[in-house]
């Protein structure tokens, strides 16, 4: 019911810094929740931040002060400004929705901070 689709990933140095967007659509409710999770190979998948659309955010303590989420509610996208990167924030970045009901993921778009 809803469609998830991530871009901005990439390779990029240590210190970098990169964008990611998440564009949702289909049955989207008003009130949900948008965010980021991620996972590198042999890891299980970690919360990295989620944004409510009232404002309220949650986000890992392994990032709060390099990572920003935002959102514009009437495009319904979602944005992780990452900056200060380091070799293990190396991972696929997943998008999520979470409405009443129903969960969607999107595809995941890979993130290689590397020299």
Not at 76 to 92: I, K
Request: glycine share 14%; aromatic share 8%; proline share 4%.
């Amino acid at each position: 019911q809803v469609q998830l689709v991530e871009s901005g990933g990439g390779l990029v140095q240590p210190g970098g810094s990169l964008r990611l967007s998440c564009a949702a659509s289909g049955s989207i409710f008003s009130i949900n929740t948008m965010g980021w999770y991620r996972q590198a190979p042999g890891k299980q998948r970690e919360l990295v931040a989620t944004r409510t659309s009232g404002g309220s955010t949650h986000s890992a303590y392994s990032v709060k002060g390099r990572f920003t989420i935002s959102r514009d509610n009437g495009k319904n996208t979602v944005y992780l400004q990452m900056t200060s990167l380091s070799p293990e924030d190396s991972a696929v970045y997943y998008c999520n929705y979470q409405g009443p009901g129903l969960r969607s993921w999107g595809q995941g778009t890979p993130v290689t901070v590397s020299s």
